[in-house]
């Protein structure tokens, strides 16, 4: 699966699917928070109220048995073509098989290494609520785990996609870097030219990207990490025109959404994301008048 998307490209939560390990009260209470902060300037933003608890003692035992099942199953295609940032991510976050992860466990060592952590949250986040998150080295988390009858295939993002598919990446210090310094350009901006820019940029790193590692085309974009078809079909398909990265050419490029992905971009290493997203930032922060959100306590 790729994720749901909303008009700028983010997979944002949208279309909560139902869950014990949800309180609907306290959902609902969150959903209006994040709906609510749509139209408010970046400095209003309130993440806090936007994050729901995860009852992990709720997780049923046919939950355990979709996550296991496909934790083996996607780790087959990745132990020897996922990105080792990833792999080695996955090990520091203590992702397992025999359970669906407990954010607290994942973000006290997420914590230790990169400052970063992982929160649930209710459904769809407006755009700029997601950067927020962002901006604050956070990440904003479906909870909820597909049935077992949609194992291979749901339209809205899970906790498969948002924690096994982008959570490991934010133990690494360089691309825990980058993403908060995207997340501030991404929230500041009010340019649409730059809104529309960056979608692009996250759409064809965070969520569809491939790096060149050792020699090897490795997978590390969230939706090729937590898809077997769109893994497969990265790698493998004659049909995709697989480019080298430049961010302004990746920035230019629109993409296409609910089907296999016909271009990807190739990094050569995520310094060179983190360097180039820090160009971009400087730039758009600038132009915002938010120069200074750029500092490391910003
Ligand atoms: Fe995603």
């Given amino acids: 699966m790729t994720g749901d998307t909303n008009a700028t490209g983010m997979d944002t939560g949208k279309g909560a699917i139902a869950s014990s390990v949800i309180d609907s009260e306290e959902a609902r209470r969150a959903q209006a928070a994040a709906d609510a902060s749509e139209n408010l300037p970046a ?3 309130d993440i806090e109220s936007m994050k729901i608890t995860q009852h992990h003692d709720k997780y049923t035992a046919e939950d355990h048995e979709v996550w296991g099942t496909l934790f083996h199953k996607r780790m087959e295609q990745l132990t020897g073509e996922g990105s080792d940032v990833f ?24 914590n230790q290494c990169t400052g970063w952590s992982s929160h649930g949250v209710p459904g769809y986040l407006p755009a700029k609520a997601f950067f927020a998150f962002l901006a604050q080295r956070q990440f904003p988390t479906s909870i909820a785990i597909r049935p077992k009858t949609q194992m291979d295939y749901l339209p809205e993002p899970d906790i498969i996609h948002d924690v096994f598919g ?4 934010h133990a690494d210090p360089v ?4 993403l908060q310094t995207y997340g501030k350009a991404a929230l500041h901006t009010n340019n649409p030219m730059h809104t529309e820019r960056l979608a692009r940029l996250f759409w064809f790193t965070v969520e569809f990207g491939l790096i060149h590692e050792g020699g090897k085309l490795k997978l590390y974009g969230s939706g090729l990490i937590s898809s077997e078809g769109e893994g497969h079909h990265a790698l493998e398909s004659p049909k995709v025109d697989r480019r080298t990265f430049d961010l302004e050419r990746v920035c230019d490029t629109a993409f296409e959404i609910d089907h296999y992905q016909p271009i990807l971009y190739v990094l050569e290493s995520f310094e ?15 132009e915002a008048g938010k120069a200074e959100t750029l500092s490391p306590v910003g």
């Fill in 43 to 45: 400095s209003e933003i």
């Fill in 87 to 110: 792999l080695s991510g996955a090990k520091v976050i203590n992702l397992h098989p025999d359970h669906v992860p407990d954010l607290s466990d994942v973000n006290r060592r997420l």
């Fill in 272 to 286: 060179q994301l983190r360097d180039a997203m820090q160009t971009y930032a400087e730039r758009v922060l600038e």
């Fill in 175 to 178: 691309f825990a870097d980058f």
């Fill in 166 to 169: 982008h959570v490991p990446l």
